[in-house]
Nanobody, 130 residues
Framework: QVQLVESGGGLVQAGDSLRLSCAAS????????VGWFRQAPGKEREGISC????????YYADSVQGRFSISVDNTNNSLYLQMTNLKPDDTAVYSC???????????????????????WGQGTQVTVSS
């Protein structure tokens, strides 16, 4: 069954680090653009990071630039989001996503909206206490 399965969320304190994992099943991430989104209560879904496999370009939202890092492990067929210096404003449900790389717009994955992604993880809660 084609799916993305997330793990790694939890309750942490401000300033802590956390790594989210997202394992792909029945398809290879090698030819897919991947992304991480989050949605806090009462707020719109926010694209926070993405990576294009075809050209290696990555994107980070201003809100996480310098604190979060996206990576992909072809051996484990998984993508990760390393989060450092977490803040209470980072509290949200985090979701991983993937879409075929051939759908990449010329400007890169930063031009992909959430509706452009084919596969989604189930979401994992990250709560940061002050």
């Amino acid at each position: 069954q084609v799916q993305l399965v997330e793990s790694g969320g939890g309750l942490v304190q401000a300033g802590d680090s956390l790594r989210l994992s997202c394992a792909a099943s029945d398809f290879s991430l090698e030819h897919y653009a991947v992304g991480w989104f989050r949605q806090a209560p009462g707020k719109e879904r926010e694209g926070i990071s993405c990576s294009s496999r075809s050209d290696g370009r990555t994107y980070y939202a201003d809100s996480v630039q310098g604190r979060f890092s996206i990576s992909v492990d072809n051996t484990n067929n998984s993508l990760y989001l390393q989060m450092t210096n977490l803040k209470p404003d980072d509290t949200a449900v985090y979701s991983c996503s993937a879409t075929p790389d051939y759908l990449m717009p010329p400007a890169g994955c930063s031009d992909l909206g959430w509706y452009d992604y084919t596969f989604w993880g189930q979401g994992t809660q990250v709560t940061v206490s002050s």
